[in-house]
């Protein structure tokens, strides 16, 4: 952290601020959420950098891409259970692969459309594989094979607190906010 000097500080306390830290607070390198999260931040931010270099796009449409590698034909609903993305994510990342030729759809029953890659969008695909394969290499450089089997399937299993955690969160939300 940057360096405060006393006159800074006594300023900050004599405007009824915070100075000293509080007596219960998260440690950021004990609190998993946190470390995942500045993991993901990581991995989306510098991805997002890489892929938009190489082809223009993003790390959300990127994944959408990969997704569709592994689920052609996914709709978009479908594509957000399976990426864990929200409705308006993953429509703003499809309509930019529309636009760019990288997937297409095809309508089914009762307004579906089904979403697969274009040629173009395998060259793509492709094109990134490698980059993410090294970037996962990069990630798992300090890890034995065994720890990150162990890590995966550790993580596989925080997967499935899913529905728990949505649960909590709905019951958070009906309850009024605490008054002030």
Sequence with gaps: MTDRSAEITARAAAKGLI??????TIDRDTYTPALLGLLSNLLVWG???V???LHG???NEWRLIS???NHPGATAAELCGILGINKSVAS???NALLDRGMI???NGPRGSRFLYLTPEGAIVHDDFMPVALERQAILHESLSVDEVRQLNALLVRMLDAESSLQEYERRI?????PER
């Design 67 to 69: 997704a569709l590698g």
């Design 92 to 94: 703003k990342s499809v």
């Design 47 to 49: 991805g997002s950098r």
């Design 57 to 59: 796009v993003g790390t």
């Design 173 to 177: 939300l009906s309850a009024p906010p």
């Design 51 to 53: 892929f938009h270099h």
């Design 104 to 106: 297409e759809q095809s």
């Design 19 to 24: 100075v000293d830290p509080l007596p219960a």
